[in-house]
């Protein structure tokens, strides 16, 4: 069992930047490997960014490359979402997620956080 909390969403202008923390707890943290989806309302979960248990491979939503980036600190049991240049067409609940098996492997994200709400206003 992995425990996601989520934290550091809020309303921010076009343009703007937040970053979303998630605190994982259950396993050892470098053997879970990290995502962020969101969900936009009326429309269906997406992926946003995914990142290995050691930190060394990333993977990006096209849709997100060149403005948001996903960190980890395995000291801490924490992932990161950096999110720079925001769209209204990003406002959302963003959700970290956990997987097992690797990054790659979309079904394989099972463990999930309570959601944090992101609104970017225009």
């Known amino acids: 069992q992995v425990q996601l909390v989520e934290s550091g969403g809020g309303l921010v202008q076009a343009g703007g930047g937040l970053r979303l923390s998630c605190v994982a707890s259950?396993?050892?943290?470098?053997?879970?490997?990290m995502g962020w989806f969101r969900q936009a309302p009326g429309k269906e979960r997406e992926f946003v960014a995914a990142?290995?248990?050691?930190?060394?491979?990333?993977s990006y939503a096209d849709s997100v490359k060149g403005r948001f980036t996903i960190s980890r600190d395995n000291a801490k049991n924490t992932v990161y979402l950096q999110m720079n240049s925001l769209k209204p067409e990003d406002t959302a609940v963003y959700y970290c997620?956990?997987?097992?098996?690797?990054?790659?492997?979309?079904?394989?994200?099972?463990?999930w956080g309570q959601g944090a709400q992101v609104t970017v206003s225009s």
């Open positions: 990142i290995s248990g050691t930190g060394g491979a990333t």
């Open positions: 259950g396993r050892t943290f470098r053997q879970v490997h």
């Open positions: 997620a956990a997987n097992l098996l690797s990054i790659w492997t979309m079904t394989a994200y099972k463990y």
